[in-house]
């Protein structure tokens, strides 16, 4: 899920471990990703400081505000 200034990239499985996705799991997922998107910078501090989530930064952005 992307919003204006937040990207939410969620791991559910590895293709080798299962085909798809089923609806019930993928409600699931959607749900998280909805939560994530929706939380407050105090939260997400905290998660990235519990090692809940990882922060990844976007290169090619750095690179144009450098450049």
């Known amino acids: ?9 969620l791991y559910g ?3 080798k471990d ?3 996705i089923g609806d019930r799991d993928l409600a699931d997922v959607r749900d ?3 939560s994530w998107m929706a939380a ?3 939260k997400i501090e905290r ?9 990844v930064s976007d290169e ?8």
């Open 47 to 55: 998660a990235l400081a519990e090692g809940l989530l990882m922060e």
């Open 13 to 15: 499985f590895a293709k």
């Open 40 to 42: 407050d910078p105090r």
């Open 60 to 67: 090619s952005k750095s690179k144009n505000k450098d450049g």
């Open 32 to 34: 998280v990703a909805a």
């Open 1 to 9: 899920m992307r919003a204006k200034d937040r990207t939410v990239f």
């Open 18 to 20: 299962a085909a798809s």
